[in-house]
């Protein structure tokens, strides 16, 4: 009977990728990658790759942790990512004026230019996206993805969360 009462649990809880609101975040997440690495490989160019470039026309000389923040890759590696585009001449590592501790990472006019060649497709692609939403659709779709991304960054940690429950359910 206990068996039985748990695998109804299990039913009535269960989820379905059309009905799991992450599941869509990563289908849309996979194809948009997938279709944006379509319009980045006739650049020479990889999604990661972009992200940086994209980081650091927002703000050049960021530190490495800055740039693991911004771009959302792993340390390691976006450690190997910067290392190819030092080797391609798209930036170059220097020592912060203000902490020969820290290094950051600049944009040479070689980057430069290859963001300025690649900036229009990459916003045809992100039209593309959004095509047939209206204009006032599109700006309460943003307000609501920064509402999302908000409530995922002051989300407790797991672990918090955990206790918590251990909590209510003494």
């Known amino acids: 009977m206990r068996a039985r009462n748990r695998a109804e649990k299990l039913d009535q809880s269960a989820l379905f990728p059309e009905d799991f609101l992450p599941a869509y975040f990563h289908r849309i997440t996979n194809l948009l990658n997938a279709r944006l690495l379509e319009r980045l490989r006739i650049y020479g160019m990889t999604v990661p790759r972009w992200r940086v470039l994209i980081g650091l ?10 740039l693991v923040d911004y771009t959302i890759i792993a340390q390691p590696a ?10 391609d001449g798209l930036v ?6 203000h902490d020969s501790r820290v290094v950051e990472v600049h ?3 070689h980057g430069r230019k290859l963001y300025a060649k690649i900036a229009p497709v990459a916003a045809r692609h992100a039209q593309l996206t959004v095509k047939s939403l209206s204009s006032a ?3 309460e779709l943003v307000a609501l993805l ?4 908000r409530n995922l960054t002051e989300a407790p940690s797991i672990e918090a969360e955990e206790k918590a429950i251990a909590e209510r359910t003494k």
Do not use: C, F, N, Y
């Open 78 to 87: 976006l450690s190997r990512i910067i290392d190819q585009m030092e080797r």
């Open 146 to 149: 920064r509402i999302v991304t």
């Open 92 to 97: 170059t590592r220097q020592t912060a004026l």
């Open 137 to 139: 659709q599109q700006k």
């Open 57 to 66: 026309i927002a703000r050049d000389g960021r530190t490495i942790g800055d």
């Open 107 to 109: 944009l040479t006019p």
